[in-house]
């Protein structure tokens, strides 16, 4: 069955069952959500995607209210306007002004909602802070619950994509706060920093700790890439400043994962610009020539950088001189899960079609 309605005086068709949201993101109309998420369920918290519907006594949000038959909807009257510019003036009441410095400034959802409706803090907002700035001790998430907007999405993200319910609500009215557990840590509360929330969050309520104070968002270059961790293949966007890479975020089209990544993924970059790491093929040499009894693994054996067509030649020697002693079948190999279906489909040929062997295994099948 097909439902006929008409938003802003243009006549559209949808599924019973879609939202009055749903429909109109499909044909690209403009309604304002903070709360809303596609991947998550709709709360209808943040009234911000409030129309105005024909006939009904009250506005209604788009997000949770499906659409009927003969419905005429107004996304941008007067009425809506007003109420959205009071609704972002509710929020900006006990949200701190300090963009200048906030890290989300720039792609902060309420920002940008308050720039399109010319909404401010009223002056009998609260002044000051009125919870403690950075207050959880994770090493990943900067938590500032002065600027959470109650939207709820951390909530949803932790809960139905994660599967920890690490973030909950706390009191009523003016006091509700989003908490951790029953008002605990956040690891305490079985958080393994995935830094979902973070993702969700539309203000900077929730940041990364590794990158917080490092670029805003316009001077930062983002560089969509697989994960090098596993053979998932999960994507995310490398943030580049400068030529360095300074943090990860979602890219929300990702195929495999879409904004889902985990604590390796998201935080484990440190290592892309770390002095230590190895850029080169080593092999252990025998460097002292003389007055020591050569023993393989035993003193005098160093690491050494060399070439890769040094360190495979000698690889490939080593694995042939064993081959001519003791026979392919003395030849094992051992592949890894952090690689990806190809390399491990090639590892598979190599053993059995260039060594000859059958004696390849891998470390996901434990
Ligand atoms: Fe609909 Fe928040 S987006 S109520």
């Known amino acids: 069955m097909t439902i006929h309605l008409t938003i802003n005086?243009?006549?559209?068709?949808?599924?019973?069952?879609?939202?009055?949201?749903?429909?109109?993101?499909?044909?690209?109309?403009?309604?304002?959500?903070?709360?809303?998420?596609?991947?998550?369920s709709p709360t209808g918290n943040c009234r911000m995607c409030m129309v105005e519907v024909k006939g009904g006594r009250f506005l209604q949000a788009a997000c949770v209210t499906p659409v009927w038959e003969g419905m005429d909807i107004q996304t941008h009257s007067s009425k809506?306007?007003?109420?959205?510019?009071?609704?972002?003036?509710?929020?900006?009441?006990?949200?701190?002004?300090?963009?200048?410095?906030?890290?989300?400034?720039?792609?902060?959802?309420?920002?940008?909602?308050?720039?399109?409706?010319?909404?401010?803090?009223?002056?009998?907002?609260?002044?000051?802070?009125?919870?403690?700035?950075?207050?959880d001790p994770n090493p990943f998430i900067r938590v500032d619950m002065n600027r959470c907007i109650l939207c709820r999405r951390c909530v949803l993200a932790c809960g139905e994509i994660q599967v920890r319910d690490v973030w909950g609500i706390a009191n009523r009215g003016i006091e509700e706060q989003i908490v951790a557990g029953a008002g605990t840590t956040m690891m305490e509360a079985r958080c393994e920093s995935c830094g979902q929330c973070v993702a969700y969050c539309p203000t900077g309520a929730l940041s990364n700790k590794m990158s917080y104070g490092v670029a805003r968002a316009h001077q930062v270059q983002r560089v969509t890439t697989t994960c090098s961790y596993c053979g998932v293949g999960c994507q995310f966007d490398l943030l580049v400043k400068?030529?360095?890479?300074?943090?990860?975020?979602?890219?929300?089209?990702?195929?495999?994962?879409?904004?889902?990544?985990?604590?390796k993924g998201r935080y484990g970059y440190d290592y892309v610009h770390h002095p230590e790491r190895l850029k080169k093929p080593m092999v252990r040499e025998y460097l002292i020539k003389k007055g020591m009894k050569k023993?393989?693994?035993?003193?005098?054996?160093?690491?050494?950088?060399?070439?890769?067509?040094?360190?495979?030649?000698?690889?490939?020697?080593?694995?042939?001189?064993?081959m001519d002693k003791f026979g392919a079948e003395s030849v094992g190999v051992l592949t890894s899960a952090k690689c990806t279906n190809e390399e491990n489909y090639l590892m598979n040929k190599l053993a059995r079609q260039v060594i000859g062997t059958n004696n390849i295994d891998h470390c996901a099948r434990l």
């Open 9 to 40: 005086g243009k006549p559209f068709e949808a599924e019973p069952g879609q939202t009055i949201l749903e429909v109109a993101r499909q044909h690209d109309l403009d309604i304002p959500t903070l709360c809303y998420h596609k991947d998550l």
């Open 242 to 263: 400068k030529g360095k890479v300074i943090g990860v975020a979602s890219s929300p089209d990702a195929p495999v994962n879409g904004m889902a990544l985990c604590v």
């Open 295 to 322: 023993k393989v693994g035993g003193p005098g054996w160093e690491w050494v950088e060399t070439d890769w067509e040094t360190a495979l030649n000698l690889a490939a020697g080593k694995l042939r001189e064993t």
């Open 80 to 135: 809506v306007v007003h109420d959205r510019k009071m609704t972002l003036e509710m929020m900006l009441a006990n949200h701190p002004q300090d963009c200048i410095t906030c890290d989300a400034s720039g792609e902060c959802e309420l920002q940008d909602l308050a720039y399109e409706y010319q909404a401010r803090a009223p002056e009998w907002g609260s002044k000051g802070t009125r919870y403690p700035v950075n207050s």
